[in-house]
């Protein structure tokens, strides 16, 4: 597997060039994965062969010189298919003008390791909800988000001082970009963010800091400490967040595993069809 991120400018043009020759070397070397183009730039994490990884890279080394490139293995396959998709962002801010121009210090995983444990710093995690529920590091303030694009609104009715440091993180580093330049916007001075994210911090530091395991946006669902797909965590099939709580299918009686949320609002159901099958049922029953 290999993941990125590069935030650059791209013309219309060179966004439909661009997945056009993406979606031909997934296709061609029967890669699965989920990547993301904007005229901001490009995202994305794939899975493949190692022939099909190096491919990939050197294709997207070609178009962007600066890009750099997370590796690991998995031997859970991570995507159901392969995905070019052409957004708005490549990460969703919803706040217009807001791009990366430097106004965060990226520092290395020992360097966060050590400020971390700093009384003057603040540490802010920038993800959401779904995902600070199942770890974070020590100490570090939850903003409770729902979804990104309300980081701006946080930030703004928030009593982070503005005077001290701010140490920022994420999964892999995207949403630190956007959410240092926006905290630079409403006048936060010193802010840095852990360059590589949180993967790359338990790279170095498995023992460290971080509390819990760390939700990723695929099949693996989440990673614990040494980067391995969860144990734990399956998704819900209901909402899609990560859920824990093992109980049987009410229609078919499978096991499978629901977050807390979803457990108490309905009987539990393994998929759609037999959510579908639920429904259907108690509307028979119900004679209208």
Same mark, same amino acid.
């Given at each position: 597997m290999t993941q990125w991120y590069i935030f650059h400018d791209l013309t219309d043009q060179e966004v439909l060039d661009i997945q056009k020759n993406l979606r031909e070397i997934g296709a061609q070397h029967d890669m699965n994965g989920l990547i993301l183009l904007a005229s901001e730039g490009c995202n994305g994490t794939v899975a493949g062969t190692?022939?099909? %990884?190096?491919?990939?890279?050197?294709?997207?080394?070609?178009?962007? !010189?600066? %890009?750099?490139f997370q590796d690991w293995t998995s031997d859970v396959r991570p995507f159901k298919r392969f995905k070019v998709d052409i957004r708005k962002e490549i990460v969703a801010l919803k706040h217009e003008g807001i791009l990366p121009s430097g106004n965060s210090k990226h520092i290395s995983p020992k360097q966060f390791h050590e400020m971390i444990q700093r009384e003057d710093v603040t540490v802010l995690d920038t993800r959401n909800a779904y995902e600070t529920n199942i770890g974070t590091f020590e100490n570090a303030i939850d903003p409770k988000l729902n979804s990104f694009h309300e980081f701006p609104n946080y930030v703004e009715q928030s009593n982070i001082p503005k005077d001290k440091p701010v140490l920022m993180y994420c999964t892999s580093g995207i949403r630190c970009e956007k959410a240092s330049e926006e905290m630079a916007h409403q006048g936060y001075k010193e802010i840095y963010q852990l360059d590589g994210g949180i993967t790359n911090y338990l790279k170095e530091y498995p023992e460290g800091k971080w509390n819990g395991e760390c939700f990723v946006f695929d099949h693996r669902v989440a990673l614990d400490s040494a980067l391995l797909p969860s144990k734990r965590y399956s998704l819900c099939p209901k909402c899609g967040n990560p859920g824990d709580v093992k109980t049987?299918?009410?229609? =078919?009686?499978?096991? =499978?595993?629901?977050? !807390?949320? =979803?457990?108490?609002?309905?009987?539990?159901?393994c998929s759609k069809r037999c959510r579908h099958e639920l429904t259907q049922n108690a509307f028979d029953k119900s004679g209208k």
């Amino acid at each position: 597997m290999t993941q990125w991120y590069i935030f650059h400018d791209l013309t219309d043009q060179e966004v439909l060039d661009i997945q056009k020759n993406l979606r031909e070397i997934g296709a061609q070397h029967d890669m699965n994965g989920l990547i993301l183009l904007a005229s901001e730039g490009c995202n994305g994490t794939v899975a493949g062969t190692a022939e099909a %990884i190096e491919t990939i890279r050197a294709y997207l080394t070609e178009q962007f !010189a600066a %890009i750099s490139f997370q590796d690991w293995t998995s031997d859970v396959r991570p995507f159901k298919r392969f995905k070019v998709d052409i957004r708005k962002e490549i990460v969703a801010l919803k706040h217009e003008g807001i791009l990366p121009s430097g106004n965060s210090k990226h520092i290395s995983p020992k360097q966060f390791h050590e400020m971390i444990q700093r009384e003057d710093v603040t540490v802010l995690d920038t993800r959401n909800a779904y995902e600070t529920n199942i770890g974070t590091f020590e100490n570090a303030i939850d903003p409770k988000l729902n979804s990104f694009h309300e980081f701006p609104n946080y930030v703004e009715q928030s009593n982070i001082p503005k005077d001290k440091p701010v140490l920022m993180y994420c999964t892999s580093g995207i949403r630190c970009e956007k959410a240092s330049e926006e905290m630079a916007h409403q006048g936060y001075k010193e802010i840095y963010q852990l360059d590589g994210g949180i993967t790359n911090y338990l790279k170095e530091y498995p023992e460290g800091k971080w509390n819990g395991e760390c939700f990723v946006f695929d099949h693996r669902v989440a990673l614990d400490s040494a980067l391995l797909p969860s144990k734990r965590y399956s998704l819900c099939p209901k909402c899609g967040n990560p859920g824990d709580v093992k109980t049987a299918c009410t229609a =078919c009686n499978a096991q =499978c595993k629901l977050c !807390a949320d =979803c457990l108490k609002q309905a009987p539990p159901a393994c998929s759609k069809r037999c959510r579908h099958e639920l429904t259907q049922n108690a509307f028979d029953k119900s004679g209208k």
